[in-house]
């Protein structure tokens, strides 16, 4: 494997050397309801991880910064990826902390400071696409905080475009669960297909 593999730990404590970070892979899950770690399983032959993670490149959205919740997951994880992919490795300050906790530690990093805005995936939505994250920042409006993908039943928050500067602020003073905050803010909601924002949850999602 030939990608980039800076390693910030913990995330708020210090500063990546290249590019600013355009994307945050949440990859710090215990994948309990699962039984095993949704980021190594396999979907037509390549990792959960390495799905998102190519999906967000081929998107333009690289740097790719993924928060894990220990050093053996950096190993773990970066064997699958895909070669040249453009990645820094971050560990949650607590691990299994959860999303919100991960957000925060990426919007208060120093070299997030002038970040316009950041696209969220969490690791467990392997047919996720390119053209959606594309999408997604068509569909973001200049008076909006974020723009969130739906399925036309239900918003997926860990999939939003946000502007970090709006978003940051006001989860720091609100430690609900995102999909409610979110709700809360100035936000577009982008139409797409079900089954690409089909997430994997527990053994029966993968027949």
């Given at each position: ?23 945050l892979l949440l990859a710090g899950g215990r994948s309990r309801r699962m039984g095993r ?90 047919w996720v696409t390119p053209e959606m994250f594309s999408a997604l920042s068509g569909a ?68």
């Amino acid at each position: 494997m030939t990608s980039s593999r800076r390693l910030i730990t913990p995330c708020g404590a210090s500063m990546s050397c290249g590019d600013p970070m355009r994307s945050l892979l949440l990859a710090g899950g215990r994948s309990r309801r699962m039984g095993r770690d949704k980021a190594l399983i396999e979907i037509d032959g390549q990792s959960c991880i390495a799905r998102v993670a190519s999906a967000l490149a081929e998107a333009g959205l690289e740097t790719i910064r993924i928060a894990v919740s220990s050093p053996e997951d950096i190993e773990h994880y970066g064997e699958t990826l895909p070669d040249g992919l453009d990645v820094e490795w971050v560990l949650d300050a607590s691990p299994h902390a959860g999303p919100i906790e991960a957000l925060i530690e990426a919007i208060e990093d120093p070299m997030s400071q002038d970040l316009e805005t950041l696209q969220l995936a969490p690791v467990d939505v392997p047919w996720v696409t390119p053209e959606m994250f594309s999408a997604l920042s068509g569909a973001l409006a200049e008076e909006d905080a974020l723009a969130v993908p739906t399925d036309g039943e239900r918003m997926h928050p860990l999939l939003a475009l946000i502007r970090p500067s709006v978003v940051g602020q006001a989860i720091n003073q609100d430690r609900r669960p995102l999909h409610v905050q979110f709700t809360q803010m100035q936000h577009s909601l982008l139409l797409e297909d079900r089954a690409i924002l089909r997430n994997l949850n527990r053994p029966a999602d993968l027949d």
